[in-house]
């Protein structure tokens, strides 16, 4: 579904063409979008990149799109997989106590989240702590939780408008409906639908995408 198509549907489900709203149907598309971002682990958003740590340097800057991780591995040369445990940044600046002491070097065995910032052009974004501070230069692997560019930047389609369709206009028509101030029993029918869309992506994403039928039988739900 591309962005003119929603935009069309949404006008049509709602009946109106007014030009305020026609012209606020941009942020509620970002609206639902994060709303859904926000409510299903889609695995699909999930990211693995490698990058350098380096020697005395206890921060790693992650990626631009860079939403939350799921984890933080060293590589060595052999190679094998080092997988950090993940803390709070209080207990790594206890645990850095002397960052010029070389005695308090070694391969890192924590991390954690530094700061929280959206990339710019004048700032690289959210950056990671490790402890100890590295003894040398290592090779690391970020599993990351990335932000999906919207609909509204990429009009052709995207993920979401592609594979969760009636969840993306469920959750724009209950935003149209706020924003109209539509009767009471017309936002419960939305956000009813809307919350039927969600279990159904769920089960799929968060259920059924993480189980295999070798190991598990097919998941079922009962009839009554």
Avoid at 13 to 22: I, K, L
Avoid at 112 to 127: P, Q
Wanted: hydrophobic share 35%; proline share 3%; glycine share 4%.
């Amino acid at each position: 579904m591309t962005l003119a198509e929603l935009k069309t549907l949404i006008q049509s489900y709602v009946e109106n063409d007014e030009t305020t709203f026609v012209a606020t149907l941009d942020d509620m598309i970002l609206n639902a979008e994060e709303r859904i971002f926000e409510l299903i682990q889609f695995d699909y958003f999930r990211k693995n990149v490698t990058g350098n740590l380096t020697t005395a340097n206890t921060y790693l800057t992650a990626p631009s799109d860079f939403v939350m991780s799921f984890s933080l591995a060293i590589i060595d040369t052999i190679p094998e997989y080092h997988y950090l445990d993940k803390k709070h940044a209080t207990f790594m600046r206890e645990y850095n106590r002397d960052a010029i002491a070389e005695s308090q070097r070694g391969k890192p065995l924590y991390y954690a989240d530094f700061d929280k910032e959206l990339s710019t052009g004048t700032d690289n974004g959210s950056t990671l702590i490790v402890a100890p501070i590295p003894d040398r230069d290592y090779t690391v692997e970020l599993h990351y939780l990335y932000k999906p560019i919207s609909l509204t930047s990429q009009t052709a389609g995207t993920w979401i408008s592609k594979n969760a369709r009636n969840a993306l206009l469920y959750g724009c028509l209950i935003e149209a409906s706020t924003f109209m101030k539509s009767e009471p029993e017309t936002q419960v029918l939305y956000e009813s639908r809307f919350g039927q869309e969600v279990q159904r992506l769920k089960n799929l994403a968060e259920a059924r995408g993480r189980r295999d039928e070798y190991r598990y039988d097919s998941i079922r739900t009962n009839v009554t």
